[in-house]
Nanobody, 127 residues
Framework: QVQLVESGGGLVQPGGSLRLSCVVS????????IGWFRQAPGKEREGVSY????????GYANSVKGRFAISRDNAKNTVYLQMNSLKPEDTGVYYC????????????????????WGQGTQVTVRS
């Protein structure tokens, strides 16, 4: 059974940093992709970043490029999202999502790409 558990959210001032963690378990196939999504109050959930076991390819939404970095620690089965230079508009519930079936990565920032989801962690950016 695939499980994804997020942690690391919290309250931070604008310009600050946070590192989110997603511990992944239950994957049995060679391929995996992990995505980070966020949902602000009153808005739809949006893709933020993804990591793929396909040569460690990564991708980012334009709104976070240059500020966020995704990485994976295989020994810990954990995918991290390092978030720097945070802005109030980064506020929201952050979710990690996982997929074991290989698909082209063009859709890896969209929700239908993933079959498995974590419970989310709240990130609040304000003065």
């Amino acid at each position: 059974q695939v499980q994804l558990v997020e942690s690391g959210g919290g309250l931070v001032q604008p310009g600050g940093s946070l590192r989110l963690s997603c511990v992944v378990s239950g994957f049995t196939r060679d391929y995996s992709a992990i995505g980070w999504f966020r949902q602000a109050p009153g808005k739809e959930r949006e893709g933020v970043s993804y990591w793929s076991s396909d040569n460690g390819r990564t991708g980012y939404a334009n709104s976070v490029k240059g500020r966020f970095a995704i990485s994976r620690d295989n020994a810990k089965n954990t995918v991290y999202l390092q978030m720097n230079s945070l802005k109030p508009e980064d506020t929201g519930v952050y979710y990690c999502a996982g997929e074991e079936s290989w698909m082209v990565l063009n859709g890896a920032l969209s929700e239908p790409y993933y079959d498995h989801w974590g419970q989310g962690t709240q990130v609040t950016v304000r003065s």
